[in-house]
């Protein structure tokens, strides 16, 4: 079964910068698209950020311009470059399968921002 393991998550001001990184278990994400996720206290999950097997990204809107996904195969891993943070984009993030999770959720990562 493959896990999913992010981490790069913290406490940042607003305007502030973070990283942040999937690493899955197995040979997957040249295979699946992959998504990043997040889930503020009392909201859904929601996808803000994919990435296809063709490397066509898409992006929510309220991200979109401040926000990059990438991945990089050889080492199983997808990022979110994630620049100009707002204290709205506070939330625990995850990776799974873009638009469709397949995958078992893994802890996420929290992000937090706030002055």
């Known amino acids: 079964q493959v896990q999913l393991v992010e981490s790069g998550g913290g406490l940042v001001q607003p305007g502030g910068s973070l990283r942040l990184s999937c690493a899955a278990s197995g040979n997957i994400i040249d295979i699946f698209s992959m998504g990043w996720y997040r889930q503020a206290p009392g909201k859904q999950r929601e996808l803000v950020a994919a990435?296809?097997?063709?490397?066509?990204?898409n992006y929510a809107d309220s991200v979109k311009g401040r926000f990059t996904i990438s991945r990089d195969n050889a080492k199983n891993t997808v990022y979110l470059q994630m620049n100009s943070l707002k204290p709205e984009d506070t939330a625990v993030y995850y990776c799974?399968?873009?638009?469709?999770?397949?995958?078992?959720w893994g802890h996420g990562t929290q992000v937090t921002v706030s002055s």
């Open positions: 990435i296809t097997s063709g490397d066509s990204t």
């Open positions: 799974n399968t873009a638009f469709r999770p397949l995958l078992t």
